[in-house]
């Protein structure tokens, strides 16, 4: 008797351990074939030239669209990650490999506090290795911060 | 010493990769000669790419059906011209891509430029060879005024839209203004004659006839927006390629088809601007192709960066129906003239096999003087050509027509 119990119980341990490995089997699967996730923020960070501003930028689209004009939040801290707010910002560009400039003249449009600027008219025309350049006048002086992405 | 920090990356999850490899192992099928970096490039070429239409905020009737069904009579209208001779479809032929075959278009008599096609058109930011317009609605009033082209003007098109159709026109945009009483011919971009009419116009009467006016050009711009790129056989390559699986039927392309392909998104550099879906950045180069002579000099984009933003029917103009917040093409132009010294738009290369001759006063009359060119690099004119030569192998040559003949649609 015991040993059949026993033999059962066995039994039982292997086919839990069978619908273990399946279910992990179908989970592997769907996490190997599921779309990322949409609302991921790709976030790029940066050290400008002279050290004075830490700079990182948003875009909720994803990836960097491309011939689609859209937005970024810039965001500006000191190295201690005190924000920035009221600097004068400019935005420049191009592909140094082409020699081409952006296909338009972004503009910071608004000061949303806490060090966060927003950006209109990022637009990008080809596919290859971006280089965005923000020149950053504040309070702590003037200082330029490079970006470089590839789409 | 300049610090540069290379960004942060979005971390790719590790199972996307895995999926790729995984998919590799599962299908070792015809697109499997393709390298990663070039299957994302025809990925990104393939009709299944392209964006749903947007909106134009600058036309309430954007996407309205019965704006879109008025604009095509319009369209078709000879009555819309000064002498009852000349439509839209004069130029733009339904059946010929929405374009004539000519090297310059001939309306009431020849203009300086190619007309072009247009499907896709209303994706595009900018109209015209140079982008002197910056909607549709606003583009279509400038061939209506053209005195080579509908040689009419805008006093008379109002009346004639009352007279013609009115029913139509007001059960859209609401009662038309009074009418009778004004000059029979009047525009500030017509002649001595009816620029002087104009002059004697109250503002408030030009402001009514430029409404009717502008309406015009809305029910155009709404029968246009139906005029979307058509399924070509790389499209259906593109999306075997895609799903990993082996094309089928019309969607096999050869082997001189596929080295064009890998050209072109490759050695020679076509990429760098006949980009996306449409096969264009939207956006304006020179390319070193030589004016005709005899003709006007043409500066391209350069010479038209004041007539965009000062156009009253811009899209911050008191005629567009947008938030000045959502004109953006505008705002963020890039104002240079100097990086626009003849630069011209991106055309799209969708169908172009089909519809010579070539580029913006048809300079070319085939493709291989189209390849010729991009492999000769000529110097521009004036401004500096940002074509660097490529050199094509006889094969490369005709590879590269090959595959462009892949992107034509169905008849």
């Not at chain 1, 025309?125 to 970006?147: K, L, P, S, Y």
């Not at chain 2, 061939?143 to 007279?163: C, F, I, S, W």
């Not at chain 2, 038309?176 to 009419?197: K, T």
């Not at chain 2, 070193?288 to 500066?299: F, I, K, M, N, Q």
Request: charged letters at 25%.
């Amino acid at each position: 008797m015991t040993t059949q119990k026993r033999s059962g119980g066995k039994g039982l341990v292997l086919a839990v351990i069978g619908l273990l490995v399946a279910a992990l089997a179908v989970y592997a699967g769907y996490r190997l074939f599921a779309p990322p996730p949409a609302t991921v923020d790709m976030t790029y960070n940066t050290v400008s030239s002279d050290g004075l501003y830490q700079v990182m930028f948003e875009t909720d689209t994803l990836p960097i669209p491309l011939n689609e004009t859209h937005s970024w939040v810039l965001i500006v801290t000191t190295p201690e990650g005190e924000p920035v707010n009221d600097a004068e910002i400019g935005i420049d560009g191009g592909m140094p490999a082409h020699g081409h400039g952006l296909p338009t003249e972004p503009k910071v449009t608004e000061g949303l506090g806490e060090g966060r600027y927003q950006v209109e008219g990022m637009r990008f025309n080809m596919g290859g290795h971006w280089e965005i350049r923000v020149g950053i006048n504040a309070a702590q002086g003037t200082d330029e911060a490079t970006f470089n992405l590839d789409l | 010493m300049r610090a540069l920090l290379r960004g942060l990356r979005f971390r790719r999850p590790i199972r996307s990769s895995l999926a790729v490899a995984f998919l590799a192992v599962l299908c070792a099928c015809g697109s499997e000669d393709f390298s990663e970096a070039e299957k994302k490039a025809i990925g990104s070429l393939s009709l299944d790419a392209l964006s749903d239409l947007p909106l134009d905020e600058g036309n309430r009737y954007s996407g309205n059906r019965a704006a879109a069904a008025f604009g095509a009579v319009l369209f078709n209208d000879e009555g819309l011209s000064g002498a009852g001779t000349v439509s839209c479809a004069t130029c733009h032929k339904a059946e010929r891509q929405f374009q004539d075959d000519l090297p310059r278009g001939v309306g009431v008599a020849e203009t300086d430029r190619r007309t072009m096609p247009l499907a896709g058109v209303a994706f595009s930011p900018w109209q015209f060879w140079d982008g002197r317009r910056d909607s549709l609605w606003a583009q279509a009033l400038v061939p209506l005024e053209d005195a080579r082209e509908h040689a009419g003007n805008r006093t008379a098109y109002a009346r004639y839209v009352k007279a013609r159709h009115g029913e139509a026109y007001e059960a859209l945009f609401g009662p038309l203004p009074a009418l009778d009483h004004l000059p029979s011919n009047a525009s500030p971009r017509g002649d001595a004659a009816e620029r002087a009419a104009w002059e004697r116009m109250t503002l408030r009467e030009r402001d009514a006839v430029n409404r009717v006016f502008a309406n015009i050009g809305k029910a155009l711009a709404a029968f246009e927006e139906t005029l979307t790129p058509r399924e070509a056989r790389f499209d259906r390559f593109a999306k075997a390629v895609m799903e990993g699986r082996e094309p089928e039927e019309d969607a096999v392309f050869s082997a001189l088809e596929r080295e064009g392909l890998r050209l072109f998104i490759g050695k020679a550099n076509c990429l760098e601007c006949h980009n996306g879906p449409r096969f264009t950045d939207d956006h304006f180069h020179n390319t070193g192709v030589p004016p005709v002579p005899g003709l006007a000099e043409d500066r391209g984009r350069a010479a038209v960066l004041d007539e965009v933003q000062d156009d009253p029917f811009n899209c911050l103009g008191p005629y567009g129906d947008a938030a000045p917040d959502a004109c953006s093409a505008l705002r963020f132009m890039q104002k240079d003239a100097a990086l626009f010294e003849r630069a011209y738009k991106t055309p799209s290369l969708r169908g172009v096999a089909n519809r010579p001759p070539y580029m913006h006063a048809g300079q070319f009359d085939r493709l291989e003087v189209v390849i010729d060119h991009y492999s000769n690099a000529p110097a521009a004119v004036s401004g500096t050509s940002e074509i660097r030569g490529v050199v094509f192998t006889e094969r490369g040559r005709k590879a590269l027509i090959a595959f462009l003949k892949t992107l034509d649609g169905e008849p």
